[in-house]
């Protein structure tokens, strides 16, 4: 489970590994993995937002692939392909799918998935 804290401009988002167990701090990493993805839904030109998508994910992820490697695989291994597919005319098919990857990037940070 994953949880935003507002607290005087600033977002913490923790996650709990494990019902029942400790609430920690995610890594800077997975919280700007989860920014440059969330981001898309509140850009002005998207078609161009896609570049910075595919340009983070191509170069930006060493720190992410320490800290979260099965993150890092997940998502490497699948927004390649899916910004390249992305076509203006169907914007919004292709942010509901993008709400289905982060949705499954959640489920993997949370440790709900084995």
Do not use: C
């Not at 935003?4 to 890594?27: H, M, S």
């Not at 161009?48 to 997940?74: G, H, R, S």
């Amino acid at each position: 489970m994953i949880k935003e804290v507002n607290t005087d401009e600033i977002v913490t988002i923790i996650r709990q590994q494990k019902p029942g167990k400790k609430w920690t701090l995610i890594e800077k990493s997975e919280q700007d993995a989860f920014k440059i993805l969330k981001d898309a839904f509140t850009t002005h030109d998207l078609a161009v937002y896609v570049f910075t998508i595919q340009d983070y994910f191509a170069d930006k992820t060493d720190a992410l692939a320490t800290d979260n490697p099965i993150l890092e695989d997940y998502l490497n291994s699948i927004i390649p392909e899916f910004t390249e597919s992305y076509d203006n005319s169907n914007k919004d098919l292709w942010l509901n799918k993008l709400q289905e990857i982060i949705n499954q990037a959640q489920v993997l940070i949370s440790g709900e998935l084995s």
